[in-house]
């Protein structure tokens, strides 16, 4: 299993940035996908998730109807993380993880502790 974070970068606050998660080794079928993110001096926390094998998202609250979650599939899987009215508290390394999740009913996993494959970080600095 292989994750390959991208597209981080310096944005001004009320901008917009595309996260990539390039996904390989595995049947994205069969996964959730999450991205959480790391602020210095802070826990990381989750931003959102999908199931692939429905479609199934969820969105924390901080981010809920500025951020999408989104997956392409072809010769290589990737799912987006579509970042709009960016805020100086999204600072933060972002990471996309998985879990094999795969019948089970209900929304993807939601808490670090339930991924058990990360990619390395990306990191987003929103600043004027």
């Known amino acids: 299993v292989q994750l390959q974070a991208s597209g981080g970068g310096l944005v001004q606050p009320g901008g917009s940035l595309r996260l990539s998660c390039a996904a390989s080794?595995?049947?994205?079928?069969?996964?959730?996908i999450g991205w959480f993110r790391q602020a210095p001096g802070k826990e990381r926390e989750g931003v959102s998730f999908?199931?692939?094998?429905?479609?199934?998202?969820?969105y924390a609250d901080s981010v809920k109807g500025r951020f999408t979650i989104s997956v392409e599939r072809g010769d290589k899987d990737t799912v987006y993380l579509q970042m709009n009215s960016l805020k100086p508290e999204d600072t933060a390394l972002y990471y996309c993880?998985?879990?094999?999740?795969?019948?089970?009913?209900?929304?993807?996993?939601?808490?670090?502790?339930?991924?058990?494959?990360w990619g390395q970080g990306t990191l987003v600095t929103v600043s004027s």
């Open positions: 993880a998985t879990t094999y999740w795969f019948g089970v009913f209900g929304p993807p996993p939601r808490t670090v502790s339930e991924y058990n494959y």
């Open positions: 999908i199931k692939i094998s429905d479609g199934n998202t969820y």
């Open positions: 080794g595995f049947t994205l079928d069969y996964y959730a």
